[in-house]
């Protein structure tokens, strides 16, 4: 039986689709096979391959195999795919459209179609993400049942994807049961309750392996821990998003692996290495001149160590044939990405004390991880200045969101924080998301999420967003 990786993916997943019925796809199957070859003959013989027969994961050695899937689609709904993590960046300041692809200029303009066919595919790789790892929970419980970490890691990415559901979508995000035969349509729910899911689910991975100490179970638990507090973020329970990460090390890591034998890590290959998208500024140099832009953040010019960026060599265009490309050598062909670490518990620690007025702390949090910076993606910073005190509630929690902005870029959290600095923070809408005119030539929208695309509309129970607030 071959060994299997927790989080680099042996097999590099197709996702497929029957109907409304979202499935493992065939490589579950066949690495089911590999690892049971009594069920061999049964997996190569199904008459329709994107369906399993349910006696081919009937086993221990199966139910590992629908978990290795579950894994594999976990990793496509964050750096393994055009995912809404990439995606969420345009809608937000940290890309700028630079393909010929329409679907990516939508979300750069903020005016994003129904039938934009790219967020439709994101909605079903997250919505996929939760059908096989409540599969992968169903056959772990009853061939592996004192598998606590494995059953945990799948409630771990359930509770994940969950949550960037709520962070990236309208409000009105049906989670509908997918394991079962008929479907069972879930009802459009609002973000906070979405959310409020996401909690449950992360509850369910932190209950399997607390108290464990063997060094997998540490590590799902303190990935549960900060992931169910960033969740508590959206819903704005600061305090308790803090006492969840409390002693959480900074060195801590849930990472998504890649390898050229198994998939591209999706950051570098459409930003560098398709250029299909140029890291977002003040500024858009193409064919037809210099445009103005008006992102919270630019982070091309900022010449922040911690994001690398440059156009190179000089004068090199993007996919589009027009735009000036702006890259970032940040990530690499198969760097590994933190998906969860805690860096993000020293976030909210850092939020929470500018929240409260405790400048000192605050700083504290912020300057001690300028002054040893960790290791970001390709990138190890030299050690940062010191930051100042800038004296009033609001400028502390824009340094805070600003620094997050940098410790986290393009890891899946600046839309959803752009999001919350409206909702939660008051701020207006022209003061974090780019208005006026595009550089493509029309004016900017007013879209601050991802819309749940038409294609949902085969549930009987949504008629679409119930709103696109923030």
């Given at each position: 039986m071959p060994t299997f990786q927790r989080h680099p993916m042996t097999t590099s997943p197709k996702v497929q689709r029957r109907g409304r019925l979202l499935l493992v796809a065939t490589v579950v199957a066949l690495t089911a096979a590999?690892?049971?070859?009594?069920?061999?003959?049964?997996?190569?013989?199904?008459?329709?391959p994107?369906?399993?027969?349910?006696?081919?994961?009937?086993?221990?050695d199966g139910a590992t195999a629908l978990k290795v899937g579950a894994l594999a689609?976990?990793?496509n709904m964050t750096a393994g795919s055009e995912s809404s993590w990439l995606f969420g960046g345009l809608l937000a300041d940290e890309w700028v459209t630079s393909s010929t692809f329409i679907q990516n200029d939508e979300a750069d303009e903020r005016s994003i179609s129904l039938n934009n066919s790219t967020?439709?595919?994101?909605?079903?790789?997250?919505n996929q993400v939760r059908t096989a790892a409540n599969q992968a929970i169903a056959g772990l419980r009853k061939y592996k049942p004192t598998s606590a970490a494995e059953i945990a890691?799948?409630?771990?990415?359930?509770?994940?994807?969950?949550m960037q559901l709520a962070q990236d979508f309208c409000n009105g995000i049906p989670l509908s049961d997918a394991t079962v035969n008929p479907v069972v349509y879930g009802s459009p729910l609002t973000n906070a309750a979405v959310f409020t899911v996401s909690l449950a689910s992360y509850d369910s991975a932190i209950a399997l392996v607390s108290g464990l100490t063997d060094a997998t179970s540490i590590l799902i638990t303190r990935a549960a821990k900060v992931g169910r507090a960033r969740a508590q973020l959206g819903l704005k329970d600061l305090s308790g998003a803090v006492a969840q990460v409390a002693g959480i090390p900074t060195t801590f890591s849930y990472d998504h692996t890649f390898a050229t034998s198994s998939g591209d890590n999706i950051l570098w290959s459409q930003p560098l290495?398709?250029?299909?998208?140029?890291?977002?500024?003040?500024?858009?140099?193409?064919?037809?001149?210099?445009f103005s832009t008006q992102p919270a953040i630019p982070f091309a010019s900022a010449k922040d160590p911690r994001l690398p960026v440059a156009n190179t060599p000089a004068?090199?265009?993007?996919?589009?044939?027009?735009v000036i490309s702006m890259t970032t050598t940040l990530w690499a062909q198969s760097t590994t990405v933190p998906v969860i670490n805690g860096i993000d518990a020293r976030m909210i620690e850092a939020e929470a004390a500018a929240v409260n007025g405790?400048?000192?702390t605050m700083l504290t949090i912020l300057n001690t991880l300028r002054a040893a910076p960790p290791l970001l993606g390709t990138v190890q910073a030299a050690a940062m200045p010191a930051l100042v005190d800038p004296g009033t509630q609001a400028s502390r929690i824009d340094l805070v969101f600003r620094e997050k902005a940098f410790w986290t870029f393009s890891r899946g959290q600046r839309l959803s924080d752009m999001r919350r600095l409206m909702r939660q923070y008051g701020r207006a809408e022209a003061t974090v998301f780019s208005t006026g005119t595009h550089f493509r030539g029309v004016p900017y929208g007013h879209d601050v999420n991802l819309p749940v695309p038409q294609d949902e509309t085969n549930n009987p129970n949504f008629k679409g967003c119930l709103d696109r607030l923030p």
């Open positions: 590999a690892c049971n070859n009594s069920i061999t003959d049964s997996a190569l013989s199904v008459a329709e994107n369906i399993i027969d349910p006696t081919a994961v009937s086993s221990a689609r976990f990793r967020v439709t595919g994101q909605f079903r790789t997250i890691e799948m409630y771990l990415a359930r509770g994940f994807a969950e290495s398709s250029r299909r998208y140029s890291v977002g500024d003040t500024t858009v140099k193409t064919s037809a001149g210099t004068g090199t265009k993007s996919q589009d044939g027009s405790d400048a000192a």
